[in-house]
């Protein structure tokens, strides 16, 4: 038997706030401690993560890496989230139940909480 995949939300952490996030297919290891995305491997931060619930095991860039919600405002803030080719027909009409968008490459999502002029400063200092 095959390790077990998902579709998630994942979006690093830079600063404060992301521009951009991803919906894609996630691998778990067999124990469930890793999960792997696009050549990357995650380790859990154990919840002592600021707004991350994840690291990069190779460069300990932190993630949020999340199952995704139906209304598609998976992030805390404002960002692009581009949805993968291979499960893009899957998100849009299982997950969204949006199937006239199955070919929608990106969407903005609007975020639970708004970010200030200071946010974006320490962001743009981040990057």
Known sequence: ??????????EPKYGVASLNAWIGNVTFSKTGKTISYDGMKF???????????????????????SGCRKDGNDGLYA??????????????????????RKNQVSFK?????????????NKVGNV
Not at 86 to 98: G, K, M, N
């Open 43 to 65: 380790q859990s931060l154990k919840g002592v993560g600021y707004k991350a619930n994840y690291f990069e095991i190779e460069s300990g860039t932190h993630y949020w890496i």
């Open 1 to 10: 038997m095959g390790h077990r995949t998902q579709i998630m939300y994942i």
């Open 109 to 121: 999502s609007r975020g639970k909480h708004r970010v200030g002029k200071q946010d974006l400063k």
């Open 79 to 100: 960002v692009t989230v581009h949805v993968d080719e291979d499960i893009r027909a899957e998100y849009w009409t299982s997950i969204r139940r949006l199937s006239d």
